[in-house]
């Protein structure tokens, strides 16, 4: 609301209440109805901000749980190669020790 139209929306309120002169109370209507209209297009402003965030976060977070993935799978196939290399070990050591004892006996 512009400063010029509540004065004169003022001085006519003086003269007259708007419950009593029809044009008084269209023009406050109107009035209302702008700063209502303004505050809704602020709303749906703000609202299309939000939606933004939570778009790119979404997509943030799906690249975040993909690498966790990948990191997951990695190390679940350093531990297969680990314990791969840890069942070779003990099998030659096994394999070892029966040759000693044929050997020896």
């Known amino acids: 609301m512009t400063t010029n139209t509540l004065r ?10 708007e419950a009593e002169d029809l044009n008084l109370h269209v ?4 009035e209302r109805y702008n700063a209502l209209e303004e505050k809704i297009h ?5 609202i299309a901000k939000i939606e933004s ?3 790119d976060l979404k997509v943030q977070t ?8 990948l990191l ?3 190390q679940n196939s350093s ?7 840890t069942f070779g ?3 030659t050591a096994v394999l070892g020790f029966i040759g000693y004892l044929v050997v020896k006996l």
């Open 8 to 17: 004169t929306i003022q001085k006519m309120a003086k003269a007259k209440t």
């Open 27 to 30: 023009q406050l209507c109107t």
């Open 42 to 46: 602020a709303v749906e402003a703000r």
């Open 53 to 55: 965030a939570v778009s």
């Open 62 to 69: 799906a690249t975040g749980f993909a690498e966790i993935r």
């Open 72 to 74: 997951l799978e990695r």
């Open 79 to 85: 531990k297969q190669t680990q314990m791969i290399a």
């Open 89 to 91: 070990v003990i099998v």
